[in-house]
């Protein structure tokens, strides 16, 4: 490997141990723990909501319905429950991301990139779903699916950024390609 590649195969490589050690350490609170850290969480989004009035927009109201349909199968879910699964999928968003980009700085092959980023992520959401049981809390293959979807979310969000550099370097390319014709 060059320095270069070296080095941020080594940066990235350490920011995607260290977020698998967050979710194994939230994975690991016991269930009262986990509703009070989710519950600060809620609160402070309440709050936020009394000054940004957020819930109260249609966009908002579609994107809750959306999501209690999609990963509860109705609409009467309480909003801890939403935004403890928003947590799951967010979390797993982010390891999909970092693990398809750790993936590409180490081979720079597309499809392999892309495969590691969701199928590191989903083990590991197997893996914590599964440790949860010895830590007072139940597992569940549904929130097992629901951290592959945020896998598979932030796989494609860094596939779509390789996509936009790609098309800007095209069209440098052809400008200057163009620019040296006139020349």
Not at 94 to 122: A, D, N
Not at 125 to 147: C, K, P, T, W
Not at 169 to 181: I, S, T, Y
Request: net charge positive; hydrophobic share 45%; aromatic share 18%.
């Amino acid at each position: 490997m060059k320095n270069k590649k070296k080095k941020w195969f080594f940066i990235i490589g350490i920011i995607l141990i260290a977020w698998v050690g967050v979710i194994f350490y939230f994975g690991s609170r016991n269930t009262q723990t986990s509703y009070n850290q989710s519950g600060a969480v809620y609160e402070f989004f309440k709050s936020l909501d009394n000054t940004l009035d957020i819930t109260n927009k249609e966009w908002f109201i579609n994107l809750e319905s959306f999501l209690k349909q999609w990963w509860f199968g109705t609409d009467r879910v309480a909003g801890m429950s939403v935004l403890r699964k928003s947590a799951h999928f967010g979390i797993y968003m982010l390891l999909g991301f970092i693990s398809s980009l750790f993936t590409f700085v180490y081979c720079r092959k597309y499809l392999i990139s892309f495969l590691m980023g969701i199928s590191f992520p989903t083990m590991i959401a197997a893996i914590d779903e599964y440790n949860q049981g010895f830590h007072d809390r139940g597992s569940s293959l549904h929130d097992v699916m629901i951290d592959l979807s945020g896998a598979v979310t932030g796989t494609l969000f860094l596939f779509l950024i390789f996509l936009i550099v790609f098309i800007i370097k095209h069209f440098k390319k052809k400008r200057n390609f163009e620019n040296d014709k006139r020349i």
